[in-house]
């Protein structure tokens, strides 16, 4: 009989922050477990941002759904300690999590076929706030990785937390060889000096795959069909040229998109054959073509 797990607090130290032998053997046994499990996934992408509100989760969880609906196998990792929101967005909330015969969390499987883990799962409601420091925070992301049965999969995307703090830091340096990073940002100078922040941290770990995506970049009026830059005209091609990185495209800001997690589900499985889907499409074969190196 399967159980539900427990949310952990990461690993403790003994006497004098030294580690007792029982903690060091898990820590080895975890190491092991990572290693594993990221042998059997092909592509990982972390989907990141300087700042939070510019729609980084909604375009993380797009991007999951439309490579799976391409034909790849995919699981996406909410890595957001305090703001786990992937759930809602693919109409998962409330789902149960369980531990199979390995002693692994079994991802919640989308309706697409998606693996889905996120630390929303563990909690007892939507509104029960995690208040942890640093390290339990950066040793319960390791468990989501490394604890989990992912199986062998194409394509994993890491919805990582806003900012450059120990989070981020966490994922990017638990993941050897990530294969890419993709920015999301808005046509505004603070989003943009943020992700600038953003590509410097990831520079520094020596990830060169970087792609930018500029979320809410116009609006179009649904009665007189004028484009609007509601925040700003922005231009992401150039400020990715700037940064030398790759410039994935822009996504209008549109009702459908805002609303899609009431309607339990994320545009690019709602409404396939819309525009923000198509655009969604266009993405992952940029990063197919940019960062793949070894598809057809």
């Given amino acids: 009989m399967a159980e539900k797990p427990q949310h952990g607090h990461g690993h403790g130290h003994g006497r004098g922050g030294q580690m007792t032998p ?14 594993r499990n990221l042998g059997q996934i092909k592509y990982k992408i972390a989907v990141m941002s300087g700042k939070g509100g510019v729609g980084k989760s909604t375009v993380a969880a797009n991007l999951a759904e439309t490579f799976q609906k391409l034909g790849y196998s995919t699981g996406i990792l909410d890595a957001d300690i305090h703001g786990p929101n992937i759930p809602k967005m693919l109409g998962l909330e ?6 199979n015969e390995n002693r692994n969390m079994v991802p919640v499987e ?8 996120s630390m929303a799962f563990m909690l007892d409601s939507i ?4 208040i942890w420091r640093g390290p339990q925070k950066s040793g319960s992301i390791k468990q989501l990785i490394a604890e989990v049965e992912w199986g ?14 120990d989070e981020p830091l966490t994922v990017l340096q638990t993941i050897p060889n990530l294969d890419a990073v993709v920015m999301v940002t808005t046509p505004n100078v603070v989003s943009q000096e943020d992700v600038l922040k953003c590509v410097k941290m990831v520079n520094m770990l020596n990830v060169e795959n970087i792609g930018l995506v500029e979320n809410m970049a116009y609006y179009i009026c649904p009665h007189c069909g004028e484009k609007l830059n509601i925040f700003g005209e922005g231009d992401g091609e150039t400020f990715s040229e700037e940064m030398e990185i790759e ?3 822009d996504l209008p800001l549109t009702e459908n998109v805002s609303d899609s997690p009431n309607k339990d589900g994320v545009v690019s499985t709602l409404d396939p ?8 499409e266009e993405f992952v074969g940029k990063i197919n073509e940019s960062f793949f190196k070894d598809e057809n």
Avoid: H, W
């Avoid at 409330?94 to 531990?99: R, S």
């Avoid at 062998?152 to 703090?165: A, C, M």
């Fill in 22 to 35: 029982e903690q060091q053997k898990q820590m080895i046994e975890q190491e092991i477990k990572l290693s």
């Fill in 94 to 99: 409330g789902e149960d999590l369980f531990i």
């Fill in 110 to 117: 989308a309706p697409s076929g998606l693996k889905v883990m």
């Fill in 127 to 130: 509104d029960t706030p995690i």
């Fill in 152 to 165: 062998p999969l194409d394509v994993l995307i890491i919805d990582n937390p806003p900012g450059t703090g």
């Fill in 247 to 249: 410039y994935l495209g």
């Fill in 273 to 280: 054959e819309g525009e923000v889907s198509k655009r969604f």
